[in-house]
């Protein structure tokens, strides 16, 4: 592992723990073992050690999502169990979640921040758009909006919230009826997985 991915994994850790606070050079070297100062010649100032944390956050979120994003033959029957998959991979890693909301909340505040948080978001809704678009949906971009909306409010709901943590079969059932709001047809049935 490079010593950025190295960083920018224990900062995500250190801010899901301690919170945007607990987020210093000082904290990164020695949670991560390195010699002090290894994050100051990393990342000298702090915006640029949220911007490091933050590309790698999108790029483990990128990776442990792949599967909800590159299904180039995705039927609509598929789409409530794969959509449901990816939120049941973000509710797993709460250290991730959590790091990315403490991000979200910086870059209301810093505009250099916002800016990248902003482009990793594209990551996300821009596949989604094409797609809901393959899929028919008469609005893909409205509907990525609030598919994506949908997924956040769920996991800030279980992670942050007052709600209980759905289990797979129940993100698969409520990924069925957003779509099938959206895309004007019966609720898809897919097959529920395998325990």
Known sequence: MKRSETVADTAITLLAERGMRGLTHRAVDEAAGLPPGSTSNLARTRAALLELTLSRLTEL??????????????????????????????????????????LALEATRRPELREIYDAAGRRFR????????????????????????????????????????????????????????????TAPNSPAPSP
């Open 126 to 185: 821009d596949p989604a758009v094409a797609l809901l678009a393959a899929l028919g949906s008469r609005d893909p971009v409205r509907h990525a909006r609030q598919l994506v909306a949908f997924g956040e409010g769920l996991m800030f709901d279980a992670i942050a919230g007052a709600g209980a943590t759905p289990t797979l079969n129940e993100l698969i059932e409520a990924m069925r009826d957003l779509l099938a709001g959206m895309l004007g047809t």
């Open 61 to 102: 979120e990128m990776r442990a999502l792949a599967s909800a994003y590159q299904s180039e033959a995705l039927e609509l029957s598929d789409l409530p169990t794969v959509m449901a998959e990816a939120l049941h991979i973000q509710l797993q890693d709460r250290r991730r979640t959590l790091a990315r909301y403490e």
